[in-house]
């Protein structure tokens, strides 16, 4: 194991991710930086064919570009009717630079025929931890299910939060308070497993 930071970048520029991230990470001996903190930081495209390639990708060429540990996570909605899409692409869904709306709205458009028993599926998360020279440190994956409404419900959250109904609720994640989301999201599920290595593998030294 590498020598124990003192801080950890945040590698994302989603204002909402950052805020989910922090809140899970909080209370850890680790100062958490975020991409704001640095000039000249280049945009790392996600590339890969899948969220661990792209997480890893990000992790370590932001951690090159910071000289910082780097944190950075790749996530996305896959709905079985539509054959696991959008997935890599959730993020691009509807082309390049629309809003969260606008691609909710592309995905709801897509599904306007499917009936409620085959709307199923699952937010999938990747986040890779890599040290300041870029080496890959550590994995962590998570997962949620649930299905697709037929509208936008909540204002809370970002990207596809609004229509997804986790299993086993009645709420989207829009609708939810982020104390309850951060306990079943994909994000949380993943980001729980990073803290718990943070505090096992790091803090402990």
């Known amino acids: 194991m590498n020598s124990r930071p003192n801080s950890i970048v945040i590698a994302t520029s989603n204002p909402g991710k950052l805020v989910e991230v922090v809140t899970i990470l909080d209370g850890l001996r680790l100062k958490l930086l975020s991409l704001a903190d640095f000039s000249n930081v280049i945009a790392v495209e996600e590339s890969g064919a899948t969220f661990t390639e792209n997480a890893v990708r990000k992790a370590q060429e932001y951690a090159r570009q910071t000289g910082h540990w780097s944190i950075a996570d790749d ?3 896959e709905v079985d009717a539509l054959g696991g899409a959008p997935g890599v692409m959730s ?8 809003s969260d709306a606008e691609r909710v709205s592309c995905l709801l458009s897509r599904m306007e025929s499917i009936p409620d028993e085959q709307r199923n599926g699952r937010f999938r998360c990747a986040i890779a931890l890599a040290d300041f020279k870029g080496a890959l440190i550590h994995l962590a994956h998570g997962t949620c299910e ?10 809370q959250g970002f ?4 229509v997804f109904i986790p299993q086993n609720h009645k709420l989207t994640l829009a ?3 982020l104390g309850v989301k951060n306990q079943l999201s994909h994000r949380a599920v993943a980001l729980s497993k990073l803290r718990h290595y943070l505090v096992e593998s790091i803090e402990q030294r």
């Open 91 to 98: 993020a691009r869904f509807g082309g390049e630079g629309v």
């Open 175 to 177: 609708e939810m308070d």
């Open 146 to 155: 649930g299905k697709i409404s037929f509208h936008p419900r909540g204002d």
């Open 75 to 77: 996530s996305g909605l």
């Open 159 to 162: 990207g596809y939060d609004s």
